[in-house]
């Protein structure tokens, strides 16, 4: 994928369409909007209900008339009517002002590391249908690693892990370029999934998708000793009984928990291995001081980082806003605070 600062600079907006996050980032101003990329439609006209926070909140809670519906899958819109509609009510009034000033002309948009041209078409469509004359394609990798502030322009390695909703895509840059790259389609998404099957075969539970996430601040908040040992050993958590279908509550054991979310990340450490064997010793040896950085909004899931750490043997380090990193990386591009070696070296 090729692409040029100078073309990014004449861009008025960066999107991120993540599979559970749209992230937009209006030039010289910042992030206008960071919510979930979820809908939802009135099955009988056709009609938009909510968007975002609100749809999100329907979900699992609607009646036969509304449906949620997700217009990004694995990283790559499947849904681009869908999803023009859902940014052109997310974005509501912010563009306005700024495009009676200057219409927007250009926008910037990451898609995934080896996106296939269908997946770059429909990221392409979904900005044209809102108004973009021109879409530029950015590697999410590249603005990932601009946005945690790794020195990506250096002769050095760097290393950078981004686990979103449902994909986890794994570089080495140097000069500014990937040196090599890896994607497995492991994120949050499939954490969760493997936490709801947990309390499904140990306690014939069903837990709602929407009490999973705070499921994850109780094992994070589990470790608090000063030695790091886990303080709380068991929580109570309400779902449904798989046999009755009646509501019920069980005491279930937090290591069983933290098990379950940590089984399906060995996938990362896979993609990490495979993406260290393909670049040279050299970039290598660079990264046993420099370590890893890891970002995307799974960045934070209870355990990662020290399952990293201790399977790596380097060192580790979580960006200071992970779940940004991309969109924001894409925003200092557009509004021009990344290097100008930086350019020359991502022109290929
Ligand atoms: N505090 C948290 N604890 C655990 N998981 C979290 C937390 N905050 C966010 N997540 C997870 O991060 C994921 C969202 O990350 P992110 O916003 O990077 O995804 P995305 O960019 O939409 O996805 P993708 O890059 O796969 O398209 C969700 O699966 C969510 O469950």
Same mark, same amino acid.
């Given at each position: ?14 999107? *991120? ?80 002002? $700024? ?14 590391? *080896? ?16 108004? !973009? ?136 450490? *896979? ?17 046993? *001081? ?8 799974? !960045? ?25 990193? $991309? ?22």
């Amino acid at each position: 994928m090729t692409i040029s600062l100078e073309a990014l600079r004449r861009c008025s907006i960066a999107v *991120d369409l993540g599979a559970a996050r749209t992230r937009v980032y209006l030039r010289r101003t910042g992030l206008i909007v960071d919510e979930p990329t979820v809908a939802a439609v009135n099955t009988h006209t056709g009609g938009l209900i909510a968007v975002g926070t609100p749809a999100q909140r329907m979900t699992g809670r609607t009646p036969a008339h509304i449906r949620v519906v997700r217009p990004v899958s694995n990283g790559t819109v499947v849904d681009i009517e869908m999803a023009q509609r859902m940014l052109r009510l997310l974005l509501g009034n912010k563009l306005r002002r $700024a495009w009676r000033r200057r219409p927007l002309v250009s926008a910037a948009v990451c898609v995934q590391h *080896d996106a296939d041209p269908l997946a770059q078409r429909a990221a392409m469509e979904t900005l044209i249908g809102i108004g !973009a004359k021109r879409v530029e394609l950015v590697d999410t990798l590249i603005a990932a690693a601009v946005g945690c502030g790794l020195p990506v322009e250096r002769p050095e390695a760097t290393m950078i892990v981004v686990c979103g909703a449902a994909t986890t895509q794994v570089a080495v840059l140097s000069l500014g370029s990937i040196v090599a790259a890896e994607r497995v389609p492991v994120g949050g998404e499939t954490v969760d999934h493997a936490v709801v099957q947990h309390l499904r075969n140990e306690h014939a539970l069903m837990l709602p998708s929407q009490a999973v996430h705070p499921l994850h601040l109780i094992v994070k908040d589990s470790v608090g000793g000063a030695d790091g040992a886990q303080t709380v050993q068991s929580a109570e958590v309400h779902g449904r009984d798989v046999a009755t279908g009646l509501a019920r509550t069980v005491r279930i054991d937090i290591e069983g928990v933290r098990t379950a979310i940590r089984t399906p990340l060995t996938g990362v450490l *896979d993609a990490i291995g495979t993406v260290l064997r393909r670049c040279p010793p050299d970039l290598v040896a660079d990264l046993a *001081d420099r370590g890893i950085m890891l970002a995307g909004g799974s !960045a934070v899931l209870p355990g990662f980082d020290t399952m990293l750490r201790e399977a790596t043997g380097m060192p580790l380090n979580i960006a200071d806003h992970p779940d940004v990193c $991309a969109v924001e990386g894409l925003g200092a591009m557009l509004d021009g605070k990344v290097q100008p070696l930086l350019l020359d070296a991502m022109v290929s």
